[in-house]
């Protein structure tokens, strides 16, 4: 059986408008612990074919740190002798993002310094200037492929040392740096060239294509999601992204990519002609698309196995007025196991287990000479959570699937050459990996407002282009900074399921392209340019109608729960999702007889206890499962006790618990004007809990009896 594995490189635009500064690290960052790393990790096993994505914003990023064009700001404090206050409160914000336990508290110095960063960060002059280097030299040495920091002798003096840095040490880590920047290019252009790796590409800046075609596509998979009013529309733009990604590929590369990872595997009916007219012959996304597209459950038995392989496990056939494409569709636990779950493993014994259920998988599949299991993810972010940079990880896996009878890994040009697909999508369904929807780029007030306000430039754009007959030149001066707002990244931060100690970096960033654009223009940038949009407060939207979901507690909730209500958890730190935190998502939605509520978790639910807190008109209330309780009970909190009103209809699975609480029971008599409260807890064995919201409450509303009548 055929094995594709796809690792996703990706970065956004970092570079302030202007400037030959990046506000943000991580190009340079990612390429000396993580780009370089992979390939080198590759090259040890010549018989393992894999596929890479590197963004076009990303490749264009290495290329200009290597040639000086671009600078971060880190750089430029290594070379300061002393620090301002606004150094100061950078270092703090920026230098301990990363893994605390995995990798700070490997090295006594830089453990110091964070157990004692509260006290900093209450008053930036306690950290003496010294320290502040220390701090800065510790965090590029956290950074740096952990291979080197163990066998180059610079690096390893470096760790000896430990404090008192130089700031001559501190310039020479940063050229040290530079100098294996300089090799990740070249690496991956002769791994490409050997036939080892297939080089993918992505839109430009990395935007989310279906909702640069049309915003409202994103209430396909989410009905009743707020929108931005009139809607953003820009389907020519989705073309450009598509368009200068595979010439920069060709550029960088010197052949044109085959391949597409669409940004955050975002996929519609409408990207797919774009997509074919830009010369690429297949793309992929997730399962949850496909089974989305076949109206099909992927349902896994209790070992993770899908079900209907089907379906799942091979290419398949999209068709469009510019051309016919392939499609693959990723195993999506597989991929999560990748990601997110073998980091808490053994190296060895993770391989082990991803072999183990790829082989179980290929028993299955025995009698399809076309059958692919594809594993599409994130190939930077998870690795300073394993063991050595995944390096014990990675090349147990290759060892192991090169020495697998049953298994056969390729990459998708390799596999479509021999199998080309045979069967055909009647229809593409639309959604991304995460969640197969778009909500965690769209939905929330900031998503909102920063898509309102590229509206708003969007239409002064076309307005300018019409009557300015701007040459060449200028009008790609204006795109380079228009298009750069439209990448992803800016959105997904925005998102209450994600936090970080840079939110207000990103927002500045999304705003100053945006200004940029203006000021390319000759256009004063409106006032509210200057607004932060971080920050902005959540408030889910009333129901718009009743809802009677059918309590199976089954993995997609889009069958049962399509009209529910979405509160999404907040502050989800990183930039990998696996759908959310331990706490994904809240779904509820009420009849006149019962208030439903479905709770979905990223951990087995019998590891905590959890309790839903109800504040109602009519008191608060408890619906309340112990750990490895199959039953809930409902309890009303009066005068400091806790009164049992009886069990709670409820439906359980690994993963998701499903509750109907009695409007009756919780006091609830439904007008217009009815609301309530909800905090959901989780409790572990060990007595550790997590809320959503992290602090207060979050407001629900009733659907009544006039919003059921008019269906409003």
């Not at 074919?276 to 996304?285: D, F, I, K, V």
């Not at 998503?447 to 030149?473: C, F, G, M, T």
């Not at 069958?559 to 209500?565: G, T, V």
């Not at 064995?685 to 919003?707: D, K, L, R, Y």
Request: aromatic letters at 10%; charged letters at 20%; glycine letters at 6%.
């Amino acid at each position: 059986m055929n094995v594709a594995i796809i690792w996703h490189m990706h970065q956004p635009l970092y570079r302030q408008p202007g400037s030959h500064t990046a506000i943000l690290p991580w190009v340079r960052l990612h390429a000396v612990k993580d780009y370089l790393h992979m390939a080198q990790v590759l090259s040890q096993h010549p018989d393992i074919h894999v596929t890479f994505t590197l963004t076009p914003s990303l490749a264009e990023q290495l290329e200009e740190y290597v040639s000086g064009q671009l600078v971060d700001r880190l750089m430029q404090l290594t070379e300061q002798q002393y620090f301002s206050p606004a150094d100061k409160q950078y270092l703090l914000d920026m230098c301990f993002s990363i893994s605390w336990d995995n990798i700070i508290r490997r090295y006594p110095p830089y453990e110091s310094i964070l157990n004692r960063r509260h006290l900093a960060q209450m008053n930036p002059d306690y950290f003496s200037n010294q320290t502040y280097r220390d701090l800065l030299v510790w965090f590029n040495l956290a950074w740096t492929d952990p291979n080197l920091l163990e066998n180059d002798p610079f690096l390893v003096g470096l760790i000896q040392k430990g404090q008192n840095f130089t700031l001559a040490e501190a310039k020479n880590l940063i050229q040290t740096h530079l100098s294996l920047m300089g090799q990740v290019l070249p690496t991956y252009k002769q791994l490409s060239k050997n036939g080892q790796l297939e080089l993918i590409t992505a839109p430009f800046f990395h935007p989310i294509l279906p909702l640069l075609v049309d915003s409202t596509i994103a209430r396909r998979p989410s009905p009743g999601l707020s929108l931005p009013e009139p809607p953003f529309r820009a389907p020519e733009d989705a073309h450009e992204q598509l368009h200068r990604a595979v010439a920069k590929h060709t550029e960088v590369i010197g052949k044109s990519p085959t391949g597409l990872w669409p940004s955050e595997g975002a996929v519609a009916p409408e990207i797919l002609p774009l997509v074919a007219e830009a010369g690429l012959h297949w793309l992929a996304t997730d399962e949850a698309i496909l089974g989305e597209s076949l109206d099909v459950y992927f349902d896994r038995d209790e070992n993770g196995m899908v079900k209907r392989g089907d379906l799942l496990y091979h290419p398949w056939r999209v068709t469009s007025e510019k051309g016919d494409l392939a499609i693959i569709f990723r195993d999506h636990e597989l991929s999560d196991r990748v990601g997110f779950t073998y980091q808490h493993l053994p190296g060895s014994q993770a391989a082990e287990d991803m072999i183990v259920r790829l082989q179980r998988i290929a028993r299955t599949q025995s009698g399809r000479p076309d059958a692919l299991v594809s594993v599409i993810l994130d190939g930077e972010n998870a690795w300073e959570y394993y063991e050595h940079n995944g390096d014990i990880f990675l090349h147990e896996l290759y060892r192991r699937l090169a020495e697998a009878p049953d298994l056969n890994p390729v990459t998708p040009d390799e596999h479509l050459a021999k199998h080309p697909p045979g069967d055909a999508l009647e229809h593409l369904a639309s959604g991304s990996w995460i969640m197969g929807d778009f909500t965690t780029w769209m939905g929330d007030p900031e998503h909102i407002e920063a898509w309102s306000r590229l509206r708003d430039l969007r239409e002064v754009y076309e307005l300018w282009q019409k009557e300015s007959h701007p040459n060449k030149q200028r009008l790609q001066d204006v795109q380079s900074h228009l298009f750069a707002a439209e990448g992803s990244d800016w959105f997904w931060w925005y998102s209450h399921r994600n936090s970080s100690d840079q939110d207000a970096l990103f927002d500045q960033l999304f705003r100053d392209y945006l200004a940029a654009a203006y000021q390319a223009m000759d256009i004063i940038p409106p006032d509210n340019i200057a607004q932060p949009i971080t920050g902005m407060l959540q408030q889910p939207s009333a129901p718009r109608h009743f809802i009677t979901p059918r309590l199976v507690a089954a993995p997609d909730p889009r069958r049962h729960w399509k009209d529910a209500e979405v509160i999404r958890p907040q502050a989800s730190v990183g930039t990998m999702q696996q759908a959310g935190g331990v706490i994904q998502a809240v779904r509820y939605g009420n009849d006149r007889d019962n208030l439903y509520i479905r709770i979905e978790l990223a951990a087995p639910l019998n590891q905590f206890a959890l309790t839903l807190h109800l504040g109602t008109s009519g008191g608060d209330f408890l619906v309340k499962l112990g750990r490895i309780q199959t039953t809930a009970f409902l309890f009303q909190l009066s005068h400091g006790s806790q009164i049992n009103i009886g069990p709670v209809t409820s439906a359980l699975a690994e993963k998701i618990a499903e509750f109907a609480i009695p409007l009756g029971h919780i006091q609830v008599k439904l007008d217009q004007e009815t609301v309530g409260t909800l905090v959901v807890t989780l409790r572990s064995a060990n007595n550790q809990t997590e809320s959503q919201p992290i602090t207060g409450e979050v407001e629900i509303s009733f659907a009544h009896e006039q919003q059921a009548m008019s269906g409003s």
